[in-house]
């Protein structure tokens, strides 16, 4: 706490750490990014405590699950450990620090889980996933701040911490999910995606098989009173392809929720990780 509050303020250099997450598996962090993880082995904001609740309740060993904007790698870890050696995580990250760090804990996990590299059960990608192949700006931040990192300029000029931080501007090659998920032949896998901001391209890139597989999409949707834009463009497009919305309850299940921005406004929150899944989905 003492690094993270008075020591990085003034150095501006981060301390890397490795810390035991709850879930038994050893990951390294950045502080003063993982904090939390350092000193409660979980991410612990209410609305990541009660995902990772609901990700263990929902993933089963031989399960699939993409983590988009996977960071230092939190979630592809806690999912890999749950789908065990029969299943897969497909983990993107565009950040080029942070996928520095997802690379370091993956191996790291599959030596002490595997005793070797050579098998594994999660496949990594440096790209920031779209709806179009090519090569996109993307924009960094330092430190504490590394998890507002987005593909879209601007996003967060209007923030009191943004006029103290050097962004750094970087180009990546984009994925496209569609193309992940048929190439390696999924029809139903668990979906996070958290990129600030760029929810909407990301899921557009996933059209083809939002309407022909059976998946269940996580998303970070920030409270906003323009309905046009990014995240209520990504909902409007999961409902018109047949996704209902739910929140994850205090004990890590899901409830249906008809009016997103009136549940955030009755909980007070500014943002949740909602979940959206077909009718049909148990």
Same mark, same amino acid.
């Not at 000193?39 to 904001?45: A, E, P, V």
């Not at 269940?216 to 209902?244: C, P, Q, W």
């Given at each position: 706490m003492v690094f993270s509050h008075v020591l990085y303020p003034l150095m501006k250099k981060e301390w890397r750490k490795e810390v035991t997450t709850f879930f038994g598996i050893p990951m390294t962090v950045a502080l003063p990014s993982g904090t939390d993880i350092l000193? %409660? @082995? +979980?991410?612990?904001?209410d609305s990541e405590i009660r995902l990772s609740k609901f990700l263990t309740r929902?993933?089963?060993p031989g399960q699939i699950f993409i983590d988009i904007g996977a960071h230092h790698g939190y979630y592809t870890l806690l999912a890999s450990s749950l789908v065990g050696q029969n299943g897969k995580v497909y983990s993107v990250e565009a950040s080029r620090h942070s996928f520095e760090l997802l690379q370091y804990n993956t191996?790291?996990?599959? #030596?002490?889980?595997?005793?070797?590299? #050579? !098998?594994h059960n999660i496949k990594?990608?440096? %790209?920031? $996933?779209?709806?179009?192949? @090519?090569?996109? &700006?993307? !924009?960094? =931040?330092?430190?504490? =701040? $590394?998890? !507002? %990192? *987005?593909?879209?300029?601007g996003s967060y000029d209007h923030a009191i911490w943004r006029s103290k931080v050097e962004e750094t501007v970087t180009r990546v090659d984009t994925i496209i999910l569609d193309n992940l998920i048929e190439e390696n032949g999924i029809s139903k896998a668990t979906i996070k995606i958290d990129v600030e901001g760029g929810e909407y391209v990301v899921l557009k890139g996933l059209g083809r098989s939002l309407s022909h597989g059976n998946f269940?999409?996580?998303?970070?949707?920030? =409270?906003?009173?323009? *309905?046009?834009?990014?995240?209520?463009?990504?909902? #409007?497009?999961?409902?018109? *392809?047949? !996704?209902? $919305?739910? =929140? +994850? %309850?205090? &004990?890590g299940e899901l409830e249906c929720v008809e009016n997103i921005d009136d549940y955030l406004r009755k909980e007070k929150l500014d943002s949740d990780n909602l979940v959206f899944r077909l009718p049909s989905s148990p």
């Open positions: 000193l %409660n @082995g +979980i991410k612990s904001h929902q993933l089963q191996i790291q996990y599959n #030596t002490i889980q595997y005793n070797s590299s #050579t !098998y990594i990608y440096h %790209n920031a $996933a779209s709806d179009q192949l @090519g090569e996109i &700006v993307f !924009y960094e =931040y330092p430190g504490p =701040y $590394a998890e !507002y %990192n *987005t593909m879209v300029k269940t999409i996580i998303m970070e949707y920030l =409270y906003s009173t323009d *309905t046009g834009n990014f995240h209520h463009r990504a909902v #409007t497009l999961l409902k018109e *392809t047949g !996704y209902s $919305a739910h =929140y +994850i %309850n205090a &004990v």
